[in-house]
């Protein structure tokens, strides 16, 4: 009997619930959506540019007895090489540091304590050439007046202005959706209908990269060094949901 009115009860409870959440104008009640179906297709869209800048990765590295005298040597290396790169035209601001290090050289004696040696500082540069055909002798006399404290690292080749070459590559990826779904479409016997979504993913420019060893220059005359910069791909995304009537 006691069971019977505590059930009793509760209903009358919940019933008094849904009066008050229906009179109050509120819902606690939510209605699941169906699940969107249709052809869903990923296309991608790919354009071959022409690299019109270089990225250049240099510096300078020293080491020397103290912290002072091997700061003092690789200030003087960059500042040399930044003579040269503003000798090249080469604008301040593009120009940007990307590593400054002081560290300690130990010397290792067996079944001894290492002892500090010395200390090497490096500085390293991003540089950005807009001139292609400037980029050889960029390297070369960054090389020859920074002496053998230069280290040149890295070139990568590739477009300023991607948002130039994007919106071919995006059509290029809708064009590709649309016939993957279309042979899909054909092949399930379908008719393809309107686009329910479509999303895209961010469009992938490669830096062309070109390793560079230490560059030594012999003689005040020696031969400019090679660069080729060849072509570039700039590649985009979509994803589209296409519905079946």
């Known amino acids: 009997m006691d069971r019977i009115r505590l059930v009793a009860t509760a209903l009358s409870a919940v ?10 104008g509120a819902s606690n009640f939510v209605v699941s959506q169906p699940t969107q179906t249709g052809i869903s297709v990923s296309g991608q869209g790919r354009i071959t540019a022409v690299p019109d800048i270089a990225l250049l990765t240099l510096g300078v590295e020293v080491t020397a007895p103290t912290v002072a005298a091997a700061r003092a040597a690789a200030a003087g290396a960059m500042k040399a090489v930044r003579a040269s790169l503003d000798a090249n035209a080469i604008r301040s601001d593009d120009i940007k540091t990307l590593t400054f290090n002081i560290q300690p050289q130990y010397h290792y004696r067996r079944e001894e304590k290492p002892e500090i040696s010395g200390y090497t500082v490096s500085n390293r540069v991003s540089v950005k050439v807009r001139d292609l055909d400037r980029v050889s002798e960029v390297l070369d006399d960054a090389a020859e007046t920074g002496g053998d404290a ?13 948002e130039r070459y994007e919106d071919d590559a995006r059509e290029a990826a809708v064009e590709d959706a649309r016939r993957r779904a279309e042979q899909l479409a054909a092949l399930a016997g379908v008719r393809l209908g309107k686009v329910l979504s479509i999303s895209e993913s ?16 012999a003689a005040a005359d020696a031969p400019p060094t090679p660069i080729s910069p060849g072509e570039t791909e700039i590649a985009l995304s979509v994803f589209v949901v296409y519905a079946i009537e």
């Open 15 to 24: 019933a008094l619930l849904a009066v008050a959440c229906r009179d109050n």
């Open 202 to 217: 961010g469009a992938s420019i490669p830096l062309m990269a070109r390793s560079v060893e230490r560059v030594m220059l």
């Open 150 to 162: 230069v280290r040149i690292s890295s070139i990568a080749f590739t477009v300023d202005e991607p």
